[in-house]
């Protein structure tokens, strides 16, 4: 086995279904993961879209997320601490939690990163994607990542 993302919603490289975006429900869709790699004791998320006229906007920021679990459910609440799933990080629209893809024109890429830490981040609920990436400087194990497709 090798340390892998997936979701139940789409595949790597597909489209992503429209409940998951602004057009739709607005909810996030499950992931789930495999083979951790050894010494892993958190995990970070990233859902960032690349494509944004304005330079890479963030949909999703999750950290501390317990590494003995293997998956997000979907529709994950939007909470500051989330029992047994983290802590929310702010996204673009400074905003805690999801917020689905929902680009302005044409098709863009939607990224989801996972990072497998050595330790529990020291970061306060709403902290944002620079200072997660900070914050993981020198613990992360290894990292993996899907990518989703869509437009409007």
């Known amino acids: 086995m090798v340390f892998q993302l997936t979701s139940p919603a789409f ?3 597909g489209l992503i279904p429209k409940k998951y975006s602004c ?3 607005d909810v996030s869709p499950a992931l789930s993961w495999s083979d951790p790699p050894e010494g892993t004791v958190s995990y ?5 879209d690349p494509d944004a006229p304005i330079g890479t906007w963030v949909h ?15 529709s994950v609440p939007a909470d ?14 400074n905003k805690l939690g999801y917020g689905g893809p929902c680009p302005p024109i044409g098709t863009h890429r939607y990224f989801f990163r996972l990072y497998a ?10 902290a944002s ?6 914050a993981m400087q020198g ?3 290894a990292s993996i990542e899907m990518m989703g497709l869509f437009g409007k």
């Open 60 to 74: 999703w920021v999750l950290y501390n997320i317990p590494g003995d679990q293997t998956m997000l459910p979907e």
């Open 117 to 126: 830490l050595d330790k529990m981040l020291d970061l306060k609920p709403g």
């Open 139 to 141: 613990h992360l194990i």
């Open 23 to 25: 057009m739709g429900d």
């Open 129 to 134: 994607k620079p200072e997660l990436i900070k």
């Open 80 to 93: 500051k601490v989330l029992d047994g799933l983290g802590v929310s990080g702010v996204n673009s629209w």
């Open 11 to 13: 595949v790597h490289k």
């Open 44 to 48: 970070g998320l990233i859902m960032d």
